[in-house]
Nanobody
Framework: QVQVVESGGGLVQPGGSLRLSCEASGFTLPSYAMGWFRQAPGKEREGVSCISSRDGSIAYADSVKGRFTISRDNAKNTVYLQMNSLKPEDTAVYYC??????????????????WGQGAQVTVSS
């Protein structure tokens, strides 16, 4: 049974930083993409970033480029999202998700197969 668990959310002031972590377990996929998606109240879910073990590709939403950095620790099946220069519009529930055999080369317009429970990120003074 695939399990995806996020951690690291919280409250931060504008301009501050947070790091989200996502640990996956219970699978033996030869290749996959681990991605971050977010959903703010009253808005549709949007892709934030993903990283693929299939081809090493990485993708970012335009709204977070230059501020967020995704990375992974393959040995731990863990992916991180370092979020800097946070803005109030970054406030959302952030979900980690896994999609088998996915490349991130073509962007974030896809629906992953496995999802975490979500972590709240609030940017407010």
């Amino acid at each position: 049974q695939v399990q995806v668990v996020e951690s690291g959310g919280g409250l931060v002031q504008p301009g501050g930083s947070l790091r989200l972590s996502c640990e996956a377990s219970g699978f033996t996929l030869p290749s996959y993409a681990m991605g971050w998606f977010r959903q703010a109240p009253g808005k549709e879910r949007e892709g934030v970033s993903c990283i693929s073990s299939r081809d090493g590709s990485i993708a970012y939403a335009d709204s977070v480029k230059g501020r967020f950095t995704i990375s992974r620790d393959n040995a731990k099946n863990t992916v991180y999202l370092q979020m800097n220069s946070l803005k109030p519009e970054d406030t959302a529930v952030y979900y980690c998700a896994i999609d088998p055999a996915r490349s991130c080369y073509y962007g974030l317009d896809y629906t992953p197969l496995y999802w975490g429970q979500g972590a709240q990120v609030t940017v407010s003074s």
